[in-house]
């Protein structure tokens, strides 16, 4: 009996459900599991795939009142696509300026819930000094404890699109595509202070 005790209690630990704790709360992202993807047309031939290496942010979810906001700070130096090179001119005021522009932020106006998760989140995207709104479509989404370190956690898979142009980013258009794929994967802790 105390063996079928144990084994349910891990199953409700580990479970993607969301009432395994309280759903409202504030929530810090892991840096480690939290990456901002993109992808964009290399000369129509083919497509290159980068990633910003560091982000920092936060974000509050209420899943029974259905609201949630997030803010997210992109450090725009930590670009990567696999070649420092590339990178190096990704830095440069043909693209990204990092020099004068060194964070990239977003922050949300609106977020949908589908049910008791979320399905889209609206926002607004600084990047080269330019805000403009960004459609976020939220692909996975899941609560619980996190099964290694027993912490509360919520994380999310997102992908959304913009073009480059509507940043004032138009070097080598149209060779290098204006449209830029995002696809972002997120992971957040509870804030200590909603759960102790």
């Known amino acids: 009996m105390i063996r079928l005790t144990v084994c349910i209690l891990v199953a409700l630990l580990s479970s993607g459900s969301t009432q395994a704790f309280a ?22 031939f083919s497509t290159l795939y980068g990633r ?8 509050s979810l209420d899943l029974k009142a259905k609201t949630a906001a997030a803010e997210v700070k992109i450090d725009a130096t930590s670009i ?12 440069s005021p043909d693209f990204f300026n990092a020099v ?8 949300s106006t609106t977020v ?3 049910g008791e998760v979320p399905a889209s989140i609206e926002g607004d995207l600084t990047l080269l000094g330019v805000t403009r709104p960004v459609s976020l479509n939220v692909t996975a989404f899941k609560c ?6 027993q912490k509360k956690l919520c994380g999310l898979d997102a992908t959304g699109k913009i073009k480059r142009s ?8 149209p060779n290098i595509g204006d449209d830029i794929k995002l696809i972002i994967s997120a992971e ?3 804030a200590q202070e909603d759960f102790e």
């Open 23 to 44: 759903a409202s709360g504030s929530y810090t992202l892991d840096p480690a599991h939290t990456y901002l993807h993109f992808s964009v047309s290399h000369l129509g």
């Open 52 to 59: 910003f290496d560091k982000t920092s942010g936060k974000f």
């Open 80 to 91: 990567s696509t696999g070649m420092q090179k590339r990178d190096e001119h990704l830095l």
């Open 100 to 107: 004068e522009y060194p964070v990239i932020t977003f922050k």
């Open 112 to 114: 949908k819930f589908n």
């Open 144 to 149: 619980g404890v996190n099964p290694i370190n």
């Open 166 to 173: 509507d940043f004032g980013m138009k070097y080598a258009l």
């Open 188 to 190: 957040g802790y509870q």
